[in-house]
């Protein structure tokens, strides 16, 4: 029996983008359900009733949740390809140690580049810079984050870069100036097929979340 496989997403999430390019990598055939996350569909709360967010992997009936548990479970499922963890257990250690960095540092104060203003922003401005620094550093002179070839931790930062143009926009800094060496590890990565059809387009989040903003009362 073929594997059905269903993924519940948002276009414009980072965390969906990351299920995407596994999916992707991997080479696996899907559905795509398109959710909105304002009315969230009877599907998306019986599948994740405990958070109620997408992505939501859906195989064979089964849900997964959370995108870096998700972008795991393909790993291992599907592992006649394309491994995303090193199969050495310190080095998929320190993978998932750099993966749950992203997770905990990079959401929460990019977040605040595009919905706070003032002194709070400033403070988030400094904070990201701080942040990325340090992911440069954890990259040091390699292509990528695991070495010679794309993983999990590209994986987990790439999706951000979608939306470094709100970043840069809204909250008036120039990440290549900054941190150059994210930059050309960004556009290593978008070499890959696999990466750039996963990823949204720039402006096109750029404009829905001006529109956000708008709703929200932040113009």
């Known amino acids: 029996m073929a594997d059905e ?3 519940l997403d948002f276009w414009l999430s980072m ?6 390019i596994a999916l992707a990598e991997k080479g696996i055939k899907y559905e795509y359900k398109e959710q909105d996350i304002f009315n969230k569909s009877p599907l998306l709360l019986e599948m994740n009733p405990i958070h109620k967010k997408i992505p939501v992997l859906i195989h064979n009936g089964k849900p997964v949740c959370e ?5 795991q479970y393909i790993d291992e499922v599907w592992n006649d390809k394309s491994p995303l963890l090193p199969s050495d257990p310190y080095q998929r250690a320190h993978a998932r140690f750099w993966a749950d960095f992203v997770d905990k540092k990079v959401y929460e104060v990019s977040r605040k580049l595009w919905t706070t203003k003032g002194e709070e922003l400033e403070v988030s401005k400094k904070e990201f810079f701080e942040i ?4 440069e550093g954890e990259l040091g002179d390699k292509p990528y984050f695991g ?5 999990f931790v590209d994986l ?3 999706t951000f870069y979608s939306w470094f143009h709100v970043y840069e926009v809204f909250s008036n800094i120039n990440i290549e100036a900054e941190c150059p060496k994210i930059i050309a590890w960004a556009k290593r990565c978008l070499q890959k097929e696999t990466v750039a059809n996963s990823l949204a387009d720039q402006k096109k989040v750029y404009e829905a979340v001006g529109q956000l903003r708008k709703i929200r ?3």
């Open 147 to 151: 070495g010679e070839t794309f993983g």
């Open 132 to 135: 990325y620094k340090t992911l």
């Open 217 to 219: 009362g932040l113009e």
């Open 15 to 20: 965390f969906g983008m990351r299920v995407r």
């Open 5 to 7: 496989v269903v993924l």
């Open 156 to 158: 987990s930062l790439i």
């Open 67 to 71: 995108s870096l548990i998700i972008v």
